[in-house]
């Protein structure tokens, strides 16, 4: 099991560690100039220089990534060219409303499911059905155990799986919705941010609220994971 963990938790960052890369050179390619982004058009050139080695734009570009990841790992995502600000700053402000958000949807998902057998529920419950018509189910039976031992002892372990899975992904489309909910509705979470970002072109807003829920992803489901192989010690082998 420790190995296990170990596998996925190096997975994970493996993953992450691609989806900074790709923002990354995203950025480097982007038709945006940060220096004049930060300065405005009317900077001069010597301003232009200055700022240029703060930023440290002049350094080789694997200097740059390694900056970049540094900045990253103590919480510096860039400076937002719209708000003006840090964009871990705007990150802190806009995360409880999407918290919040994110929390109800949750809580009405659960409560729907329940009533209607929708999503993971109802691929539990197909499962569970699947299971319950199994070989070893009937053996169990036959060999005394009662209802509830046989369920909860065996069935429900190896039926757990689909419906873990299913919840990983609809995490992802949650993340998703999030910008299309919060800019239809003008909620003022990390969404919106994100969506008043991309006219603007603030790579900076848009590369943080992205690793950010990128990292939420691969976080969730990385636990999803690790919580199958406990359900069924098969998947270590």
Request: proline share 5%; charged share 15%; glycine share 8%.
């Amino acid at each position: 099991m420790i190995q296990l963990i170990a596998k996925r938790l190096a997975a994970a960052v493996v993953i992450v560690l691609a989806l900074t890369a790709v923002m990354f050179i995203l950025q480097k390619i982007s038709p945006v100039d940060p220096v004049h982004a930060m300065l405005g058009p009317s900077a001069s050139p010597a301003a232009i220089v200055a700022e240029q080695k703060r930023l440290g734009l002049d350094r080789p570009f694997l200097a740059q990534f390694g900056s970049y990841l540094n900045g990253l790992v103590h919480g510096n995502f860039g400076m937002s060219y719209r708000t003006r600000r840090p964009v871990s700053t705007d990150l802190g402000s806009f995360l409880p409303a999407t918290a919040e958000l994110s929390l109800y949807a949750l809580i009405f998902a659960v409560i729907l499911a329940g009533i209607l057998a929708l999503s993971s529920t109802r691929v539990l419950r197909s499962s569970l059905i699947g299971q319950m018509r199994s070989d070893y189910v009937r053996t169990a039976r036959a060999k005394g155990l009662t209802e509830r031992d046989v369920v909860f002892g065996h069935v429900l372990r190896n039926s757990v799986n689909a419906g873990l899975t299913m919840t990983g992904l609809q995490v992802g489309l949650m993340f998703a919705g999030v910008v299309v909910i919060e800019e239809i509705f003008g909620w003022p979470g990390m969404g919106q941010y994100m969506a008043q970002s991309i006219p603007a072109a603030d790579f900076p807003a848009i590369s943080g609220v992205t690793l950010l829920l990128g990292v939420g992803y691969v976080a969730v489901n990385t636990i999803v994971d690790i919580l199958q192989a406990v359900a069924d010690p098969r998947i270590n082998a």
